[in-house]
């Protein structure tokens, strides 16, 4: 009983009886060794493995046998021919290839084994390559088989280009070399498959010598170079530019950066404010001025020369890099770079420090609470009033710093805040005025002293309380979150009446109808067992 063996033959699976598989593989060794591992000679080992695997299907299909066997290798081996008849020598390959070259002309026939096939024939195609095809079937010039083709199209009337488009779709491609030499009816064997692809390379060679030879070869790779060429200058000059034009914006903006933050750190104010088209963008930066309520005066110095270097070494970096694209001078750049990185590195951890040690002035807080009875026992409703406010004609800065804002006064820069006025239920029958106080500090007494430092008035007269739109710190007081709370004591069975420009401090009241802060001003409110309900008058 004999061993068999799976290969695979050009994508198709075989199985194959030992004796058979050492004799196949010897034969195709025998070729590989021949033609070599070269491009070309890779192409002719696969187009005579794709023949030799059409073939072992065809002996398949007529034998009914699943098996490859011995007498079969020898048959393919006789047909595609033995190793010593495609190892010659110089000599007679010269007259066979010769012979080849006449046999792949058009009208050249051979008398041999394998019977003609029509296909359509790629490499001389115009259209689908089906004259070509025919012309290589019966030996006639592609071009007699064209132009009788355009004639029948005009005799017929057009008839004949369904049945071109017929045989276009019907027959088959010719993609094998195997495929192109049964289409002249020649034998598939191994010199033939090796002189038609040597053919079609030497063919493929010369054309493309030709090409390169010709004058419009020539012609038209030098206007390439010639328009590469201009397209490189083009280019050149238009990056120029942009980085000229890159340049001019960069030193514009480190030039004014620079010049508005070196002016608000030590004027005390932007030059930008008097420029017309920044004025209305928005109110002048007094840093230092500021800087105050915020920061210790022991810290503020060293933090203000930290954020000079934090901001201008970027800033001047800009304006460096900016100039040196524009005039394109020499310079120790990685020097440069380092030494200001390094400052700058110094300077942001100077900067951390600092402020990490103002962050214990509002780690413990201090809230003192004040109520003051209303002298007014007749009095059935309370009428609430904002004062006036003193200082609608200074010169102000918005800061969200819970309901927070700068203020100038009399070349003085106060800090100001809104109170928060409420309305809720007494237990008293009496009107009740409370104020709480609210402030932070490194401890509880020092959050007390700054609650002291919390200036806050409202005026009382009949049934009337008029209260200040805002309260501020005394001069030299820090900001730590200071805050002023009013809630005033309703008794049940009594009113209060919200006056319109009330709506600055008044938050969050609870009422029975859910009514939003800015529609209960200019009304009358009832306080009764449930809350405040509005009382039509």
């Known amino acids: 009983m004999k061993k068999t063996f799976t290969i695979n033959i050009s994508g198709s699976v075989f199985h194959i009886d030992e004796d058979a598989y050492q004799k196949l593989q010897t034969y195709l060794q025998m070729l590989n060794a021949h033609f070599g591992s070269g491009e070309e000679g890779r192409e002719i080992l696969q187009d005579i493995e794709t023949r030799i695997a059409e073939l072992f299907n065809e002996k398949m299909s007529k034998d009914e046998k699943n098996v490859i ?30 012979a080849g070259r006449e046999a792949s002309q058009p009208g050249y026939t051979t008398t041999g084994k394998t019977k003609r096939r029509m296909y359509r024939d790629p490499d001389h195609r115009v259209l689908g390559g089906v004259c070509s095809g025919m012309g290589a079937y019966f030996g006639i010039e ?43 009816g020649q034998e598939a064997t191994v010199s033939n498959i090796e002189k038609s692809i040597r053919e ?16 419009s070869y020539n012609k038209g790779r030098e206007q390439v170079s010639r328009f590469g060429e201009v397209v490189y200058r083009v280019l050149r000059v238009a990056l120029k530019v942009v980085v000229i034009l890159v340049g001019v914006a960069l030193i ?105 040690s103002q962050v214990g002035d509002y780690s413990k807080s201090t809230t003192v609470s004040q109520s003051q009875v209303v002298d007014c026992d007749s009095c059935q409703t309370l009428y609430l009033e904002l004062g006036n406010d003193n200082y609608s004609n ?59 430092e919390i200036v806050y008035n409202f005026n009382v007269s009949d049934s009337t309380v008029y209260f200040d739109p805002y309260y501020r710190l005394k001069d030299g007081s820090r900001w730590l979150q200071q805050e002023v709370d009013i809630t005033i004591k309703v008794p049940e069975g009594k009113s209060v009446y919200l006056g319109e420009k009330l709506i600055k401090i008044i938050y969050d009241i609870e009422n029975v109808s859910n009514t939003w802060d800015g529609d209960m001003v200019g009304k009358y409110w009832k306080m009764t067992e449930l809350g405040l309900e509005e009382e039509n008058r």
């Open 69 to 98: 066997l011995e007498t079969w290798v020898d048959e393919v081996i006789a047909r595609m021919g033995k190793p010593e008849d495609f190892m010659e020598g110089e000599e007679e390959e010269e007259e066979e290839s010769t």
């Open 142 to 184: 592609p071009l007699v088989l064209r132009i009788i083709c355009f004639v029948l199209i005009w005799v017929t009337g057009g008839v004949m280009i369904p049945v071109y488009l017929l045989l276009w779709i019907a027959v088959p491609k010719a993609k094998t070399t195997a495929q192109k030499l049964e289409m002249r």
């Open 200 to 215: 079609e390379v030497k063919e493929v060679k010369e054309s493309y010598n030709q090409f390169r030879s010709s004058d």
């Open 252 to 356: 514009l903006f480190g030039f004014v950066g620079l010049l508005t933050f070196l002016t608000s750190m030590i004027v005390g104010h932007s030059v930008m404010e008097a420029a017309p088209w920044f004025g209305h963008w928005g109110p002048e930066f007094h840093m230092p001025e500021i800087a105050h309520f915020f920061i210790s005066s022991g810290s503020l110095t060293t933090l203000m020369i930290a954020s000079a270097f934090l901001v201008g070494i970027p800033l001047l970096a800009i304006l460096f890099v900016g100039t040196k694209m524009v005039f394109r001078f020499q310079t120790n750049n990685k020097l440069i770079f380092l030494g200001s990185l390094g400052v700058w590195l110094v300077a942001l951890v100077v900067a951390i420090v600092v402020s990490l």
């Open 394 to 452: 200074s010169h102000n800065y918005s800061m969200d710093l819970d309901r927070m804002k700068v203020v100038s006064e009399g070349g003085k820069t106060l800090l100001l805040g809104s109170p928060r006025l409420d309305v809720e239920s007494s237990n008293t029958n009496d009107f009740v005025i409370l104020t709480r106080k609210k402030s932070r500090g490194s401890s509880q007494e020092v959050a007390k002293e700054y609650v002291e």
